[in-house]
Nanobody, 124 residues
Framework: QVQLVESGGGLVQAAGSLRLSCKVSGGTFWSYTMAWFRQAPGKEREFVAGISRNGDVTKYEDSVKGRFTISRDNRKNTVYLQMNSLKPEDTAVYYC?????????????????WGQGTQVTVSS
């Protein structure tokens, strides 16, 4: 059974930084395209960032480009999201997801495995 466990969320002031981690167990991490999604209160869940199997391709939602960086360590079965220059509008529950698709895609339905989410709150 594939399990994804996120960590690293919390409360931070605007302009601050956080680093989220997502450790995957029970599957073949190297074969998954990985992504981070987020869901703010009253809004639909949205794609934030994605990374290919070997890390050579990344994709970002426009509002986080230049501020967030996704990376992965296939030896540690872990994907990361470094979030800098945080804004109050980044407040959301952040979810890690794994896809068997070869390409980095933004559609949620292509991601087969999901973590439980970690709360990120940015105060103004």
């Amino acid at each position: 059974q594939v399990q994804l466990v996120e960590s690293g969320g919390g409360l931070v002031q605007a302009a601050g930084s956080l680093r989220l981690s997502c450790k995957v167990s029970g599957g073949t991490f190297w074969s998954y395209t990985m992504a981070w999604f987020r869901q703010a209160p009253g809004k639909e869940r949205e794609f934030v960032a994605g990374i290919s199997r070997n890390g050579d391709v990344t994709k970002y939602e426009d509002s986080v480009k230049g501020r967030f960086t996704i990376s992965r360590d296939n030896r540690k079965n872990t994907v990361y999201l470094q979030m800098n220059s945080l804004k109050p509008e980044d407040t959301a529950v952040y979810y890690c997801a794994a896809s068997l698709m070869f390409s980095v895609v933004t559609a949620q339905q292509t991601y087969a495995y999901w973590g439980q989410g970690t709360q990120v709150t940015v105060s103004s």
